[in-house]
T-cell receptor, first 109, second 114 residues
Framework: GEQVEQLPSILRVQEGSSASINCSYE??????FPWYKQEPGENPKLIID?????ERKQIQELIVLLDKKAKRFSLHITDTQPGDSAMYFC????????FGDGTQLVVKP | AQTIHQWPVAEIKAVGSPLSLGCTIK??????LYWYWQATGGTLQQLFY??????VESVVQLNLSASRPKDDQFILSTEKLLLSHSGFYLC?????????????FGHGTKLSVL
């Protein structure tokens, strides 16, 4: 099945700076790439997604980039705030969804 | 509006005891249903998925089983719990069919096996 690699596992940034999380996948048939944010004790929630017919998508401070040739996609959070501190999961999907191992983002005030 | 309900919210069980976790989805017919397991601070591990009543596919063998007795119900169970079963269990649904859609997660069940 699909394998999704997510890096880094822990990311510490200063408030107001940018944070970037990178993922790679193996199956070229994957065509849907969601990102989930999970706060402690909570369930994961979709924050942004991108489909294979797009290369870039932005929702407010969230930017996702997709490079289909390299089989890589990434999440960029601009102007991070303490409320952005959470676990972030990338995923790649064809008919089944495979998650990366997660990135713990810590935004320091 | 669709709602997903998981029960129980938390369980403390002894090794070797049985377990049954439930999940119901209201407001959506024929959803794809999923069970995920998450160790504390760990990744989401897909356990089972189901695209229709009575049909369940196993993704990872963890001495657990799943059933879909009704279109809106997904059950995760085992007859004998292991210590390694401790963790957070999440039920999720997505739109049926082959389209790729977002997952909607339930609030999860925290399981502690002692």
């Amino acid at each position: 099945g699909e394998q999704v690699e997510q890096l880094p596992s822990i990311l510490r940034v200063q408030e107001g700076s940018s944070a970037s999380i990178n993922c790679s996948y193996e199956d070229s048939a994957s065509n849907y790439f969601p990102w989930y944010k999970q706060e402690p004790g909570e369930n994961p929630k979709l924050i942004i997604d991108i489909r294979s017919n797009m290369e870039r998508k932005q929702i407010q401070e969230l930017i996702v980039l997709l490079d289909k040739k390299a089989k890589r996609f990434s999440l960029h959070i601009t102007d991070t705030q303490p409320g952005d501190s959470a676990m972030y999961f990338c995923a790649a999907s064809d008919n089944r969804i495979f998650f990366g191992d997660g990135t713990q983002l810590v935004v320091k005030p | 509006a669709q709602t997903i309900h998981q029960w129980p919210v938390a369980e403390i069980k002894a090794v070797g005891s049985p377990l049954s976790l439930g999940c119901t989805i209201k407001g959506k017919s024929s959803p794809n249903l999923y069970w995920y397991w998450q160790a504390t601070g760990g990744t989401l591990q897909q356990l089972f998925y189901s695209i229709t009543v009575g049909q369940v596919e196993s993704v990872v063998q963890l001495n657990l089983s799943a059933s879909r007795p009704k279109d809106d119900q997904f059950i995760l169970s085992t007859e004998k719990l292991l210590l390694s079963h401790s963790g957070f269990y999440l039920c999720a649904w997505s739109l049926g069919g082959n389209s790729n859609e977002r997952l909607f997660f339930g609030h999860g069940t925290k399981l502690s096996v002692l």
